[in-house]
């Protein structure tokens, strides 16, 4: 069924929830899960920023990773994990593109929970993964 699973996380309420249902899945079917964790690049001009700069620490999405492996392997199921960039408001096209060069079987992350309004005014990674994806896509609110 559902033998490779790949998994975007960030720090929210609905990530947890993405990975506690990814291990339900994985453990029925007998899959593994693989953590994507995407962190944003604002490219910039010369000057100051000069080449831009990423939108929080990488030591930050390392620890998201590690907290979230050792809730997957406390509950017997097989995790790797990897932190790749994206240019701000790219997060989906990473994400599709993670999917489909480990020929992921299913695509599981949170929504987090935003009024309709909100998502429309500010844009929503998840409704953006469902249109471009071509695996099938979970979201977990």
Partial sequence: MFEK???AVDSSPASDRAVA???DL???SGGTVQLLHVVEHVSAPAGRFAGG???????????LL???IAVLRSSGVPVSAKVVRARVGHVAQA???AARSEEADLIVM???GRSEIAALMLGSSA????HISNRPVLIVP
Avoid at 53 to 63: A, I, K, S, V
Avoid at 127 to 130: A, D, R, S
């Fill in 110 to 112: 949170g929504s987090r």
């Fill in 53 to 63: 700069f990423d939108l929080e620490d990488t030591g930050e999405g390392e620890q």
């Fill in 66 to 68: 590690a907290r979230e």
């Fill in 21 to 23: 249902r990814a291990s």
């Fill in 95 to 97: 994400i599709a593109e």
């Fill in 127 to 130: 409704f953006k993964l469902l």
């Fill in 26 to 28: 994985a453990r029925i």
């Fill in 5 to 7: 699973l790949i998994v």
